[in-house]
C-alpha cells in the first residue's frame, strides 16, 4: 500500500481533500496518522469533525455515521497498541481485515448502524464480540 498517511492527514485538516478520491483505505490512513499523533479523545473529535465536513462538502451530510466513525477508531487503536508499526503500510499489511468495510459490521447489525441514533451519537456493539476476529 503506497498511502502516505501524514501528507493525507495534512490535507484532510486542510479540509483540501477530493471526496471523490478519499476511499477507505485513505480514511484509515488518516485514522492511524491521527492516533499516532493525538490522543485517542482528541482524535475521535477532530477526525470526527473532518468527517462530517466532507461528507457536507459533497452534499451528503446524512452520510456520517458516528458509530462507525468511533468503532473503526477503536478497532485502530487498538491493533495500534498491539503493533509497532512504523508506516501505515507495515499497519495495513498486519491487519488486512480493517482494510474491508466488514470489520465494524461484524460488530454491529446493518438495522443498528442505519440508525439515527448510531449517525448521531456512538453505540455499542449488537453483535457478539468474538465475531470480530482479525481473519478477513
Do not use: C
Not at 478519499?22 to 470526527?48: C, N, P, S
Not at 439515527?116 to 456493539?125: E, I, S, V, W
Amino acid at each position: 500500500m503506497n498511502l502516505d498517511a501524514d501528507e493525507l492527514l495534512a490535507a484532510f485538516e486542510a479540509r483540501a481533500l477530493d471526496n471523490r478520491r478519499f476511499g477507505h483505505a485513505e480514511h484509515l490512513a488518516v485514522a492511524w496518522a491521527m492516533l499516532r499523533r493525538d490522543d485517542f479523545t482528541d482524535a475521535v473529535a477532530r477526525y470526527g469533525a473532518g468527517i462530517r465536513a466532507l461528507a457536507a462538502a459533497a452534499g451528503a451530510p446524512e452520510k456520517y455515521n458516528a458509530t462507525i466513525t468511533v468503532a473503526f477508531l477503536s478497532l485502530i487503536a487498538e491493533r495500534m497498541q498491539s503493533g509497532g508499526h512504523d508506516s501505515f503500510a507495515a499497519f495495513a499489511d498486519a491487519n488486512p481485515d480493517l482494510l474491508t468495510k466488514d470489520a465494524v459490521s461484524r460488530l454491529y447489525s446493518g438495522a443498528r448502524l442505519a440508525s439515527p441514533a448510531a449517525r448521531t451519537g456512538f453505540l455499542l456493539p449488537d453483535r457478539p464480540l468474538r465475531t470480530a476476529s482479525r481473519s478477513p
